[in-house]
């Protein structure tokens, strides 16, 4: 009968478990993205007395998120949008939308958006729920998002995710009740954000 000696066990057991992590793929791990403000639009619409709707947008905004490929888990999603930098082609109409009467922009520069949860639906797909504050009044609004794309960018190295993500609100939530009861201006407002952002490098 062949025997092994304790330290020749150890020793093989030792060796199977390198081979074993050196053969596994290197996992995943959550990872902070920030928004490329290059490529963060944020596009929005209301009906205009029942003709058409009118578009709009944002031009300025900033925000991040931390995501984990591995697992896709989505968490510490903020976004803030400069509500002045609102622009429908109309300095008119932009300069009413930043008033009283809409945006209120002097009194509350800034909206914002914190995630609450997030709920997939399939690889590629599902919803972030969060706090939507708009004029000084905070609502839970939920968001349809896809992630488009993610990987290594062709252009500096980096390593980048593409979303889309869309809801429609009720402005009239937000107390921003001018228009609506005679129908001037609509009530829902369908809101389009498509964005792309970059990982960072981790902690040192």
Request: net charge negative; with cysteine; glycine share 8%.
């Amino acid at each position: 009968m062949v025997s092994f000696k304790p330290v020749r066990i150890a020793a093989c057991a030792a060796l199977a478990a390198s081979l074993t992590a050196t053969a596994l793929p290197a996992q995943a791990e959550p990872r902070a993205y920030r928004i490329d403000p290059s490529h963060f639009s944020i596009v929005f619409n209301a009906m205009h007395i029942g003709y058409a709707p009118t578009w709009g947008l944002f031009l300025k905004g900033e925000g991040g998120f931390t995501y984990d490929e591995d697992t896709r888990e989505l968490s510490d999603l903020s976004v803030t949008i400069e509500a002045g930098s609102v622009f429908t082609n109309d300095e008119r109409r932009d300069g009413h939308l930043r008033s009283d009467d809409f945006l209120s922009a002097e009194a509350h520069p800034s909206i914002t958006f914190v995630m609450t949860d997030a709920q997939p639906k399939t690889d590629t797909s599902g919803t972030v729920t969060g706090d939507l504050t708009l004029r000084g009044v905070t609502r839970p609004v939920t968001l349809d998002v896809t992630l488009n794309k993610i990987g290594p960018y062709p252009f500096g190295g980096t390593y980048v995710v593409g979303i889309s993500a869309s809801t429609v609100l009720k402005r009239s939530d937000f107390g921003m009740t001018y228009a609506v009861a005679d129908g001037l201006v609509g009530d829902e407002v369908t809101v389009r954000i498509d964005l792309e952002a970059i990982r960072q490098q981790p902690a040192p």
